[in-house]
């Protein structure tokens, strides 16, 4: 059974930083692509960014988020991080962790992740 740990959300102010960390266990780590979602309160659950297993990322259409976020993973370490720097009270939300196998239609989410920007 694959598993997915987020860490490293918390309260933050305005401008600040917050690297998110996502483990992975139960598989191979290297067959997925992984992703950073999230889901502020009465919104629907969005893209931030994704990696491929080689390590090419893709955004969110947001120039927001391009300039600001950068996701990275660490094969040997079964983890996906999403680096967040000069937050916003708007970047208040949930962040889940997700896994799309290369070859198989096999997805999986971590339980998530609170990420509150205020002063």
């Known amino acids: 059974q694959v598993q997915l740990v987020e860490s490293g959300g918390g309260l933050v102010q305005p401008g600040g930083s917050l690297r998110l960390s996502c483990a992975a266990s139960g598989t191979i780590f290297s067959n997925y692509a992984m992703g950073w979602y999230r889901q502020a309160p009465g919104k629907q659950r969005e893209l931030v960014a994704t990696?491929?297993?080689?390590?090419?990322?893709?955004?969110a259409d947001s120039d927001s988020v391009k300039d600001r976020f950068t996701i990275s993973r660490d094969n040997a370490k079964n983890t996906v991080y999403l680096q967040m720097n000069s937050l916003k009270p708007e970047d208040t939300a949930v962040y889940y962790c997700?896994?799309?196998?290369?070859?198989?239609?096999?997805?999986?989410w971590g339980q998530g992740t609170q990420v509150t920007v205020s002063s």
């Open positions: 997700n896994a799309n196998h290369n070859y198989r239609r096999l997805t999986y």
């Open positions: 990696i491929t297993s080689s390590g090419s990322s893709n955004y």
